[in-house]
């Protein structure tokens, strides 16, 4: 189907020159993006605050505006008028394009997020390939920011940022290419519409090895060593202040936006769901992620970064192998009317594997017979 | 053969955590709501009763800092007049040792916790601060004869049968907050 | 072909999140594996020792809730215990049961707070530490309704306790008493199989039997490596032989060890709590008769007690008049920081902080 977009250029074409019919809905589809993402990132600040807050038995922030939504408004005001303090020895240039380079490519994955029926804005052949790309640019920047700013603490968190992101492409990746082959296009309005039963039920292995690799890309709980307050005190970002820390703050909740937008449409079945009209059900679908993301933020503590990297080589890594196995034999044998089968082959599939995986679980460090 | 360390442990603690959503919060929203402190609180400003002291200064002595200062002349017969009865509450700790060694219980601890103020200079009090009027209450503190006047304590302890957080409060204070210069 | 690497010094310093005060360790790090550390304390000293013998010895007693000031009641405890043996001051039966009902909630609050904050340097951004906080809240209440303050009680004085106790705190506690196992139980369903927990701190920062009994490590600490000891036991003081509680010990003296231990203890003390109780006399006096400006005779004395973070012993030299001529503090963290090098070498940085964590030191009382 073609996209709201292609519609919108389509009509105008009918009494504007060519180049105009072109370019102003382009640009009004990125100012409507841009728009979508800052909305709902404000709006993730507040629920996050105020979830986080009934998780810990007291009320969040209610005090701005009625219950508190203007508290996100007010954090942003705050950060804004703080002094820029650049480090005098810190290697300016890369000080300075740091947070770009981190913050730019997380508003430019939801040019392929398709929010509605038809409503993206770009319907990439190549879509969830462009999400993988242009995802990998943001760790550059975080290790710019991280060497950039000489301090002891910082580079601690540059190393491990390295080895923790490069560590978790290769499951998140792995089994994105699970749903590929079920759905059988890389273009996300397609795999959208290939869910007639979602592909969560479908591939449950598939969905928790994404979810936790996207928990370690994002640098969230359990997997935040990156930026651990007890330990490193703020991470990568200590020497930051003022609007560049605003870009790392606000790029925190765009990228946990931005994988909910994607978790939403490989695994959830996007925009589709009875009665109510279509992006009611992709906002339900994105909060109902992140509300998952916050549990788990408040309920568990963090891994140390040895134990982080053993759990994804030595424990997600194979299962996502085995699950594009398993899946790929199943797509050869199973007919397409009977996708059900796989629903109950992989979740047993699924079952045997991680209590199998347990055993791998060493305490101790290894050293210790404990 | 026997299976650990799974997921068994932290879906169990996400399953508390999910519950703790349904609980009432226990957060005061201070200054709109206030708890009711207890009736022996060990409050700011203390309370000078002129007629029963007699300046003999156990209190000055008592004192592990030496917070209190007093002046007395004396009157014709034996009895100690007070020019000046200065209590420096920027270092007092609010032990209440003053009040515990009066001879003549002339001395009891304050009620309130909301007296800060613009200028050290302002925290140390004269005697007429200090001495007791309507608005400048004693607590009970070492002097169970004022228990009576006093509200009982809101206590974190008396919640609904369970699962409720709820705070009872008792009736909120009715002190008014304390001044700011 | 091998990499060239070069120790740095890393400056964890006096302000920190989880330096527990302000506590600085220069740590000598390679790569993330920490080769030496050394603790440099005395940020915080605020020359309590050299005050105290300028002053009464009631005087004194405001001074020593500021020592471990998260269980200040146990503090005060000791010092007037040692001050009974110097002058040989029996205290009345209520009272002493008063004193064991105070102290055994103190230590279930300082326990608290405790494990409340090795979770959180564990990372578990306080969802814990609340959680045990409105317990805490509770016990302060409570305090608050015997003593006028919720923190620095200043309650015990030199032959007893300053007041009788309200009529509505004997119900609070026994309201308190019953319903903490529940809660405890909630803490354990939360924490104890929790499987992060269990990879970051089991075989984490081990301190071996013989070291800790070298270096005279007590409290939970020593317990945690396998050494039964405990002075509510083995040396009762005050009127702790009448009790019949456990002393949990661990197996291995790992950081999970000291959490579990502590855990357990917790639950120990509702028992003894229970029991005190059951057992308390309706009525007596709560202080034996003493001067205010008081003499004892000359001499010295050491009284000791089992404090919630070990073995907290007072020092008394009296010369006979009214303000001691020497007061010596002994506190159990000091020495149980003394085995930091050794648990932490060979670990790596987040590992030392929450070793650092487990041994759960107050800095109040390293510096008096």
């Known amino acids: 189907m073609t996209t709201l977009l292609d519609q919108f250029q389509l009509w105008l074409k009918g009494f504007w020159p060519e180049w105009a019919a072109y370019i102003v809905p382009a640009i009004a589809g990125i100012l409507v993006i841009i728009a979508f993402v800052l909305t709902i990132v404000i709006f993730y600040i507040w629920w996050e605050r105020r979830l986080l807050g009934r998780f810990q038995i007291r009320t969040g922030p209610n005090r701005c505006g009625p219950e508190g939504i203007f508290q996100p408004i007010a954090t942003a005001v705050k950060i804004l008028l703080k002094e820029d303090i650049v480090p005098d020895k810190a290697d300016k240039l890369i000080h300075f394009i740091a947070p770009i380079i981190v913050f730019v490519p997380i508003l430019m994955i939801f040019a392929v997020i398709p929010i509605s029926e038809g409503a993206i804005l770009v319907d990439l052949n190549v879509g969830i390939i462009y999400v993988v790309a242009i995802s990998s640019i943001s760790i550059i920047g975080i290790f710019m920011a991280s060497w950039a700013s000489n301090n002891k603490y910082s580079l601690i968190s540059g190393m491990r940022s390295i080895a923790q992101m490069v560590s978790y492409e290769l499951p998140v990746v792995l089994s994105i290419v699970g749903v590929v082959l079920v759905a059988g296009s890389f273009s996300m309005l397609k795999i959208v519409e290939a869910q007639t039963i979602p592909f969560i039920l479908l591939q449950p292995l598939g969905f928790i090895v994404f979810f936790l690799g996207a928990l370690a890309e994002m640098n969230r709980s359990p997997f935040d060593l990156l930026e651990a307050d007890s330990e490193i005190v703020a991470g990568y970002h200590i020497e930051y202040s003022g609007m560049k820390f605003a870009m790392f703050y606000l790029g925190e909740y765009g990228v946990a936006l931005a994988y909910a937008g994607i978790i939403t449409t490989l695994f959830l079945s996007g925009w589709q769901g009875p009665g109510l009209p279509p992006i009611i059900w992709f906002l339900i679908k994105i909060i109902a992620v992140f509300t998952l993301i916050v549990w788990m933020r408040a309920t568990l503590p963090r891994l140390r970064v040895d134990q982080l990297m053993s759990f994804a080589w030595k424990g997600l890594l194979p299962m996502a192998v085995l699950n594009l196995v398993i899946v790929a034999v199943e797509v050869l044998l199973i007919p397409a009317s009977m996708q059900w089968v796989m629903f109950i082959l992989n979740f047993a599939f699924a079952a045997v594997l991680i209590l199998l995986w347990s055993k791998l679980f060493t305490l101790g460090g290894g050293r210790v017979e404990v | 053969m026997k299976f650990e360390r799974y997921g068994i442990g932290i879906a169990r603690g996400m399953a508390l955590t999910f519950r703790h959503l349904f609980r009432s919060p226990i957060t005061v929203q201070y200054p709109e709501q206030k708890l009711v402190t207890s009736r022996r609180i060990r409050g700011n400003e203390l309370v000078w009763f002129p007629e029963k002291c007699t300046g003999c200064a156990t209190c000055a002595k008592s004192c592990p800092q030496g917070n209190i200062v007093i002046v007395t002349h004396g009157d014709e017969g034996s009895k100690f007049i007070v020019d000046k009865f200065e209590l420096d509450s920027g270092r007092c700790m609010f032990c209440g040792l003053c009040v515990e060694s009066c001879p003549y219980d002339a001395l009891a601890m304050g009620l309130n916790y909301e007296c800060a103020k613009y200028r050290r200079g302002d925290l140390v009090l004269s005697k007429e601060k200090l001495t007791v009027a309507a608005d400048h209450q004693p607590s009970a503190y070492y002097r169970p004869q004022f228990e009576g006047k006093l509200p009982k304590q809101s206590l974190l302890l008396w919640n609904k049968a369970d699962g409720g957080q709820k705070l009872r409060f008792l009736p909120l204070s009715t002190r008014k907050r304390g001044s700011g210069a | ?368």
Not at chain 3, 154 to 177: C, W, Y
Not at chain 3, 249 to 263: A, L, S
Request: charged residues 25%; contains cysteine.
């Open chain 3, 1 to 368: 072909m091998s990499i060239q690497t070069e120790p740095f010094i890393l400056n964890i310093g006096p302000q920190h999140p989880s330096t527990h005060g302000v506590f600085r360790l220069r740590v000598t790090l390679d790569g993330e594996v920490v080769v030496n550390v050394e603790p440099v304390i005395g940020y915080l000293h605020r020359g309590i020792e050299k005050l105290a013998e300028g002053r009464t010895y009631t005087q004194n007693i405001p001074f020593t809730d500021r020592l471990d000031y998260l269980s200040s009641m146990t503090n005060n405890l000791a010092y007037c215990l040692a001050m009974e043996k110097l002058a040989d001051i029996k205290v009345p039966e209520r009272a002493e049961y008063i004193r064991v009902i105070f102290s055994e909630i103190m230590r279930i609050s300082s326990h608290l707070m405790a494990v409340g904050f090795f979770i959180n340097d564990l990372g578990a951004m306080m969802t814990p530490v609340l959680y045990m906080w409105r317990e805490r809240e509770k016990i302060m209440d409570m305090f608050e309704m015997v003593s006028g303050q919720r923190l620095l009680y200043n309650f015990m004085r030199i032959g007893g306790v300053s007041q009788d106790i309200p009529g509505e705190f004997l119900p609070a506690v026994k309201k308190f008493v019953a319903e903490m196992p529940k809660y405890l139980d909630e803490y354990d369903q939360l924490l104890a199989k929790n499987e992060i927990l269990l990879v970051r701190s089991k075989g984490v920062g081990i301190l071996p039997k013989e070291t800790a009994i070298s270096i005279g490590a007590s409290g939970p600490v020593l317990r945690a490596s396998g050494v039964k000891w405990d002075i509510r036991q083995l040396d009762p003081y005050s009127i702790y032989e009448r009790f019949d509680f456990a002393i949990p010990t661990g197996e291995v003296g790992d950081c999970y060890d000291r959490y579990w231990v502590r855990m357990q203890e917790m639950r120990q003390s509702v028992r003894i709590l229970e029991q005190a109780l059951a057992q308390m006399p309706e009525k007596g006096e709560v202080c034996a008769s003493v001067p205010q400006f008081f003499r004892p005779p000359r001499g010295e004395a050491y009284g000791y007690i089992e404090a919630p973070k070990g073995n907290l012993g007072f020092y008394i030299v009296s010369d006979g008049s009214i303000a001691p001529y020497r007061l010596h503090i002994y506190p159990p963290t000091l020495i149980n920081i003394t085995a930091l090098q050794d648990m932490v070498k060979g670990w790596k940085v987040a590992d030392l902080i929450i070793i650092f964590g487990s041994i759960d030191v107050v800095l109040g009382e390293i510096d008096r």
